[in-house]
């Protein structure tokens, strides 16, 4: 059955493949779907569809991304402004932890691989708090230019659209960014997805490597460079 499955996954990637690999959300449940999530996962962590998007008159929108070493859990949360009606913001969770084959269906083969997802609405004034911690975090002020993101760090990253100016930032566990963060309780206040969130441990460089032989290696480690008001530079992927 496991062979059946990756074999399934497979042929579904190619599809995707072979239809371009940038993120730009459309339609909007797309990163739900693991085969997109697998090839456009980097465009998606840039917010390539948000800066798309980002012109004069557009919506607030925001997307933060929480990397707790990529094949152990990874956490997104879109918040999307709402006005005029029905006001405040949309806010959508979603958190994955490792794959388990246990729980798959024959009437859906990829759910091992499909987020636990929640829905809920932000207040005016809820959505007003989110914008003032974001930016109390340092969002905004400018990407930190050449940091290094690590799918086997703990990390976060910040993509949004706000009053027409698209910026992007992102904080590193193990280059003591953490304590800059404001906004991380207020999201997990609010996340239902009913997965419980992973805090950073130490990651020592020989976590970062490979190790045994080749057909037990994992196949998604990867690494990011920031570069402008997003990413720049993929120094290895899958």
Not at 26 to 51: C, E, H, M
Not at 73 to 99: H, K
Not at 153 to 161: K, L, R, T
Request: aromatic letters at 12%.
């Amino acid at each position: 059955m496991g062979d059946m499955l990756r074999a399934a996954l497979k042929v579904t990637l190619m599809v995707y493949v072979l239809s371009g690999c940038a993120y730009h959300g459309q339609p909007r449940t797309d990163i739900d779907n693991p085969a997109v999530r697998k090839v456009a996962w980097f465009s998606y962590l840039d917010g390539n569809d948000i800066r798309e998007r980002c012109t004069e008159g557009a919506a607030d929108r925001y997307r933060l991304v929480y990397n707790s070493q990529y094949e152990k859990q990874i956490r997104s949360y879109e918040i999307t402004q709402a006005s005029p009606t029905p006001g405040g913001a949309y806010f959508v969770a979603r958190a994955m932890g490792p794959t388990n084959l246990a729980q798959v269906e024959l009437s859906d083969l990829l759910a091992p691989w499909r987020w636990q997802r929640s829905e809920t609405q932000l207040s005016d004034a809820e959505f007003d708090q989110f914008r003032d911690l974001l930016l109390q975090s340092g969002w905004g002020q400018g990407a930190p230019q050449g940091k290094i993101l690590h799918s086997r760090d703990f990390y976060w990253v910040a993509s949004g659209c706000r009053n027409g100016q698209f910026h992007f930032d992102a904080w590193v566990h193990a280059q003591g960014d953490f304590p800059q963060i404001k906004f991380q309780e207020f999201l997990l206040a609010r996340d239902r997805t009913g997965l419980a969130f992973r805090n950073p441990v130490p990651v020592l460089p020989r976590d970062r490597v490979e190790h045994g032989r080749a057909r037990d290696r994992s196949a998604t480690i990867f690494v990011l460079t920031v570069s402008g008001e997003g990413i720049g530079g993929l120094l290895n992927a899958f």
